[in-house]
């Protein structure tokens, strides 16, 4: 779940992991969330916000242990 809001306390990916996980949900779940800071403005703001990078990142993560998991 990718977030651009704060990471704690301003998102809605926490709400949303836990009814995922409230709800029962038997996969794997993960977020990617922006930095606890203020959002400056103009190109200052890619410091703070989260990139596509570390969306594909997290994404290859969640595949790998997906697939370790598989393994086992």
């Not at 596509?52 to 998991?69: F, M, N, P, Q």
């Amino acid at each position: 779940m990718a977030d651009e809001c704060r990471a704690t306390g301003g998102g809605i990916a926490e709400a949303l992991l836990a009814h995922l996980v409230e709800a029962g949900y038997p996969g794997r779940a993960a977020s990617v969330r922006a930095a606890d800071s203020y959002v400056p403005l103009g190109p200052a703001a890619d410091t703070v916000l989260i990139s596509d990078e570390e969306i594909a990142a997290a994404a290859a993560r969640l595949v790998r242990a997906a697939r370790s998991s598989a393994a086992l």
